[in-house]
């Protein structure tokens, strides 16, 4: 079954600290996608990245940069630089194609409330 | 290009009332999803369709949630009789019918089951 763990409930920084968010996934699966999505108070999900399975390389969008390491089943998330705005909770979320009837799941991580103080 | 559109985006209600809660996906998106997120927790899927059929259901409680998709386009979810531990954000969100597509979600509808 396909689970994901964020392992960090909160996370509390000053601005223009760096500051990562760990995301360790399971599936059994060779073909699986890798989401990150913010919710800021507002409480809309916001898409951050998409990354597939055969896909390795880093990413790096402006201050946000993602890890992805398939030998530790991690897809962690890095923000430099923090600023106030990046205050929401970041959830890691794992979508399995190989399901009954062509059915894609999307498995949320439980999310990791991050705070940046001024 | 709209996003995915929902109503209402409060509702407070005693429990034992019901509540209708409506989603409007993104043009052209063929699946759409009902999650349900409580307080504290990430998204949990309700019901996911494809089109005008339902694909995966097994974690709605038909006892008292029931959801529809009328023409393959908009949806409405339901809860009859609300209970106390329905409080939560209920989210809609929809994809493109293809493997990888990624999920654009709704604003979201705060329901408070007093």
């Known amino acids: 079954a396909q689970k994901v763990t964020q392992a960090q409930t909160e996370i509390s920084v000053v601005e223009k600290e760096d500051v990562t968010l760990d995301c360790v996934y399971e599936?059994?699966?060779?073909?699986?996608?890798l989401f990150w999505y913010k919710q800021p108070p507002s409480g809309e999900l916001v898409f951050l990245i998409r990354r597939n399975s055969f896909d390795e390389q880093n990413e790096i969008s402006g201050r946000y940069s993602w890890n992805f390491q398939k030998s530790t089943s991690s897809f962690n998330f890095t923000i430099t630089a923090s600023q106030v705005v990046d205050s929401a909770v970041y959830f890691c979320?794992?979508?399995?194609?190989?399901?009954?009837?062509?059915?894609?799941?999307?498995?949320f991580g439980q999310g990791t409330r991050l705070t940046i103080n001024p | 290009e709209a996003g995915v559109a929902q109503s209402p985006r409060y509702k407070i209600i005693e429990k034992r009332q019901s509540v209708a809660f409506w989603c409007n996906p993104i043009?052209?998106?063929?699946?759409l999803y009902w999650y349900q997120q409580i307080l504290g927790q990430g998204p949990k899927l309700l019901i996911q369709?494809?089109?005008?059929?339902?694909?995966?259901d097994s974690q709605l409680p038909k006892d008292r949630f029931s959801a529809e998709r009328l023409k393959g386009v908009d949806s409405t979810l339901k809860i009859q009789p609300a209970k106390l531990e329905d409080s939560a954000v209920y989210l809609c969100?929809?994809?493109?019918?293809?493997?990888?597509?990624?999920?654009?979600f709704g604003p979201g509808t705060r329901l408070t089951v007093l």
């Open positions: 599936t059994r699966d060779t073909t699986y996608y």
């Open positions: 979320a794992l979508s399995d194609p190989a399901q009954d009837q062509g059915a894609q799941k999307l498995v």
């Open positions: 043009s052209g998106h063929a699946t």
């Open positions: 369709f494809q089109n005008n059929g339902v694909v995966d």
């Open positions: 969100a929809s994809s493109l019918d293809e493997v990888g597509s990624v999920w654009f």
